[in-house]
């Protein structure tokens, strides 16, 4: 576009475009750290920015919907009728984009009865006479019927694209008309969904384009029916009313009550310090340097450091020079000031520089050990820690400012190079940064460098501040920074066999994008660093993530042995066991049939055996055949126990038995999981690579897998289990005295609770009535209704109805915590563990009550979960300390939820299952004895 062109006038359709950027982002929603939805501002703003940044428009103005459109309403009241409700993120988003707007000094419009595409209409209308180019910015196909040579659509790029600037050409072409007016006609045949205008019946986007070819305009086409035949004619003939209606409906209205004073839309200056006020409180850091930009003076400055020029030009950022060696340890603060964070590396102006001899490796080392705070990363041939050979590592300290260190492909020069740099990475008091730091700390760890004192990882930062997020480098750093990251797929290709590894790419490439990684590292971490303070987390951060981080570390890298034989021979049983089974299953159906097909199995039990004249069908069109749908079949027929037995034996087959081997590491025969502490929202740990915390245990066959598990030579297993740590955990946060005595005088809870609530003595609680309780109990936590535990005692509902209603009887004080808990979720917007993890639920307040139900319950159990996490973790960086502290060989292999899993040498096992007990029971200082249950043995079964 011109930008010399005078008088352009830009009318942005607000609520078109705050939904544009809502469902934009509808996927992974902006969320601050205190849960609030910013997706539509952020996606609004964002645009506005850019608009004003790339079009430099003499005008603008903003216009709203105001109250109901009762001036097609008083006509057609089903008019909009359709349109779903508005999603609450946009209803909150409104009053703070209307701050901003204010703020940045934009008229915002609107009248009362009239729609936006009135106001717009009217303005555009009346704006043309005084010699203005009006672009109408919106995405609405309605508005191509108001374009003329002086007005015209803006329709922003979607996801990054380009504009498109529909004038009158353009739109004839797209609706193949002779007149842009004739879109009114077009939407008047057709009808329109999202408004509910009708239109003609049986006419379509197609025959509508025919009839104006043809007819020119709905009128004319209603006055000659008579050529149409058949069907349609009959649909048209008896529409005819609701299509002239449809017209009326479609029509723009560009005499709306509103003046056109020039003067009130001239784009000013906007109040930087009150539009930052409004982008602090919702965490928009750094829209505020777009926005600021977007009205800046066009300026040139150079700054010339070393040997490379950094140039800031009013239409972007010229580099010169190449990467280089340095003496690059003079004032930065001339470079802070010149770069602007842009879209790309291609875009922004940095300082990144390579550093390959010793002599001045050592003067950047020196220069490192000066700072508060480094951010450091290392590039490998792998992501496997235990096969990965170090390519590099980057450091930064200053925005734009990066250091890359190419490193040799033999190991013993990466280790004289290491030497030079350990002075760095063992300083206690120099702050160490990197994302997904414990990374790093395994690569570095063997090369027998170990990364000391505090450490700040911005991946575990970012999950304390938005447990719910999404939490990668790139990911983050395109949200918060506004800057996409270079793919580490442009330079070693994407992910198959001939994917190449970092050492392939030149030192240019190599520089760039480890130093990149550092940069955007170390800005990411002046962002969350004080968000953690303010959000009181740096306690947790610090004293509990951050320690725990070297402690998985550990584990991870000691792995835990597999017995392969007893696996190989596991996986013939199944298998004899499977085709037994399947004999069996064929028998009792009379028919054989393909056991992992749904679709003929749903074929043999609800067609042939007719086991259920109701079954449910999938969208698929095939019989749901889930395992929750075949245990309510479980009584019908003996076929459906085989058949979950067989699915049991066919997942611990191929999931385990099968998997397992495929996992143990060449170097050591042992396997080796990793340990994730930003997966789980409650903050729970997770495992992966393989899944050690899913090995079955709710069968006897499941169990027996564990056995597979074994201690080396010399050596046993310890299993250390926490007994029922949630229960005692939310009688203590609750004060439930009923429930704080039981525990404390040692009694059986699930027989107590049974007791209190059949109101019969300890001594005389039966089975069945300890396992209802049992599941009422654990049930509470969760937030299970009387629906829920009927299902799962056999109780009828109105039977579980009362035994909840007893129970609270019983317990009065879990009532009242549930219910506080709850009403602190609705006024704060999360929940907080003991030690003040944060979870935020956003849906605590929803319209929708199967939503709001589900926060609720994540309300209640949420705090507990993450309590017993909290706990667990605590004690986990006890024990590694106290280990450590009294040099014993014990190594901590294995967390799996409540449960430790250790290796230790036979002369250490009494000790160490002391010091495990002492350390897990004593976590914590709590009223409610945490009991730990210490087990011992040659594999983890026997342990456990």
């Known amino acids: ?305 070393s040997e490379v020029e950094v140039k800031q030009t009013p239409t972007g950022t010229e580099i010169k020079g190449q990467a280089m060696q340095l003496d690059l340890f003079a004032n930065f603060e001339e470079l802070d000031q010149a770069t602007s964070t842009k879209s790309s590396i291609e875009h922004n102006d940095h300082l990144y520089q390579f ?92 090369y027998d460098i ?130 037994n089974l399947e004999k069996t299953i064929f028998e009792l159906s009379e028919e054989e049939f393909n056991m992992n097909s749904p679709k003929q199995l749903g074929e043999i039990l609800f067609e042939k055996m007719q086991l259920d004249p109701k079954a449910k069908k999938t969208k698929t069109g095939q019989y749901a055949t889930s395992e929750d749908v075949l245990q309510k079949l479980a009584s019908k027929h003996e076929i459906i126990k085989h058949i979950l037995e067989y699915r049991t034996y066919q997942k611990l087959k191929s999931t385990y038995v099968d998997a397992l081997p495929s996992q143990i590491d060449k170097l050591d025969n042992r396997v080796h999981t990793n340990f994730s502490q930003t997966t789980a929202a409650t903050g729970r740990l997770a495992s992966v690579n393989p899944n050690l915390q899913n090995i079955p245990i709710r069968t006897l066959r499941g169990q027996q897998i564990r056995g597979a598990f074994v201690s080396g030579e010399g050596k046993k297993i310890i299993s250390a289990d926490y007994s029922q740590i949630e229960l005692r955990l939310i009688a203590e946060i609750s004060g439930e005295d009923n429930m704080i005595k039981a525990f404390q005088d040692g009694e059986d809870i699930h027989a107590s609770t049974a007791a209190k609530l059949f109101k019969i003595p300890l001594e005389e609680v039966s089975k069945t009535q300890r396992s209802q309780a049992k599941t009422v109990n654990f049930g509470i936590i969760y937030g299970q209704g009387a629906f829920a535990l009927a299902e799962q005692t056999g109780l009828s509902r109105t039977e579980a109805k009362q035994m909840i209603e007893a129970y609270f009887e019983t317990y009065p004080k879990l009532k009242e915590y549930m219910a506080e808990q709850v009403n602190k979720a609705r006024q704060m917007g999360y929940v907080e563990t003991i030690l003040g993890r944060k979870r935020h639920l956003k849906d605590i307040n929803s319209n929708n009550f199967v939503v709001r139900g589900h926060a609720e319950r994540n309300a209640v159990n949420a705090p507990v979960q993450g309590s017993a996490a909290d706990v667990v973790k605590l004690a986990m960086i006890k024990i590694d300390r106290e280990l450590e502290e009294q040099q014993m060989k014990t190594k901590m292999l294995l967390q799996v939820h409540d449960e430790l899993v250790f290796e230790a040498p036979a002369d250490e096992i009494e000790a160490a299952s002391k010091l495990i007990k002492t ?26």
Request: glycine share 6%; hydrophobic share 40%.
């Open 1 to 305: 576009m011109d930008a010399t062109q005078d008088k352009r006038l830009f009318l942005i359709d607000a609520y078109a475009m705050i939904f544009r950027g809502y469902y934009a982002l509808i996927r992974n929603p902006r969320l601050t750290s205190t849960g609030l939805d910013t997706s539509a501002i952020f996606g609004f703003t964002n645009s506005l920015i850019e608009l004003i940044r790339r079009e430099k428009p003499t005008h603008l103005a903003v216009v709203f919907d105001v109250g109901r459109a009762s001036v097609r309403t008083d006509d057609f009241a089903d008019y909009k009728a359709n349109r779903s409700e508005t999603p609450e993120a946009i209803k909150i988003a409104v009053p703070y984009i209307h701050r901003i707007l204010e703020g940045m000094h934009i008229p915002i419009l609107g009248v009362e009865g009239y729609e936006a595409d009135d106001v717009i209409g009217t303005i555009a209308c009346k704006a043309e006479k005084e010699g203005y180019t009006t672009f109408m910015v919106t995405p609405d196909k309605d508005f191509a019927q108001l374009v003329t040579d002086k007005i015209k659509i803006y329709k922003p790029g979607l996801k990054g694209g380009d504009i498109e600037i529909l004038g009158v050409e353009e739109v004839k072409a797209k609706y193949e008309i002779e007149d842009p007016k004739q879109v009114i006609d077009y939407l008047a045949m057709m009808g329109d969904a999202v408004d509910n205008i009708p239109g003609l019946e049986g006419v379509g986007e197609k025959t509508a384009m025919k009839f104006l070819k043809e007819f020119g305009s709905i009128e004319n086409l209603l006055a000659n029916t008579d050529k149409l035949k058949g069907k349609l004619k009959e649909k048209v003939e008896a529409s005819a009313e609701r299509g002239i209606l449809s017209k009326k409906l479609a029509t723009i209205i560009c005499d709306a009550p509103i003046e056109f004073h020039q003067e009130q839309y001239d784009l000013e200056t906007p109040d930087f310090e009150k539009v930052k006020e409004v982008f602090e409180e919702i965490e928009f850091r750094r829209l505020y340097e777009n926005l600021y930009r977007a009205f800046a003076p066009a300026v040139t400055e150079t700054v010339v450091v």
């Open 450 to 579: 170990t990364v000391k004192g505090a450490m700040f990882d911005t991946m575990i930062a970012h999950y304390l501040l938005n447990p719910d997020g999404r939490h990668g480098m790139d990911y983050l750093s395109e949200v918060f920074l506004n800057y996409k990251p270079v793919s580490i797929e442009t330079i070693i290709g994407k992910k198959g066999k001939k994917q190449g590894t970092f050492r392939d790419a030149d030192l240019r490439t190599q520089t760039d994008y480890a130093a990149e990684d550092a940069d955007v590292t170390f800005q990411l971490y002046e962002l969350f660093a004080p968000q953690l303070k303010k959000e009181n987390l740096e306690d947790l951060f610090f004293n509990i993530e951050m320690p725990l981080m070297e402690v998985l570390a550990k584990m991870e890298l000691a792995g835990i042995s597999l017995d392969e034989k007893w696996l190989a021979q596991e996986s013939i049983d199944l298998e004899n066991d499977l085709r």
């Open 355 to 446: 550093v390959d001899n010793p002599k001045a490796q050592k003067k950047l080392v020196d220069n490192l050990l000066k700072q508060r705070a480094v951010c450091f990363d290392t590039e490998t041939t792998s992501l496997n820690e235990l096969e990965a050979e170090l390519v590099g590592m980057s450091f930064s300290y200053k925005k734009g400012l990066a250091y890359y260190i190419p490193l040799s492909e033999s190991r013993e020069e990466v280790l004289q190079t290491l030497e030079i740099f350990r002075p760095f990475f063992e300083k206690e008091d120099l702050l160490k940064i990197a994302h997904n730091l414990k990374f790093d700390y395994k690569i570095l760890k063997q």
């Open 919 to 944: 350390e897990m029971e004593n976590a914590l200082k709590t009223q409610v004895p945490l009991l730990v249950e210490i087990g011992v043995g040659n594999n983890w079964l026997e342990a456990h």
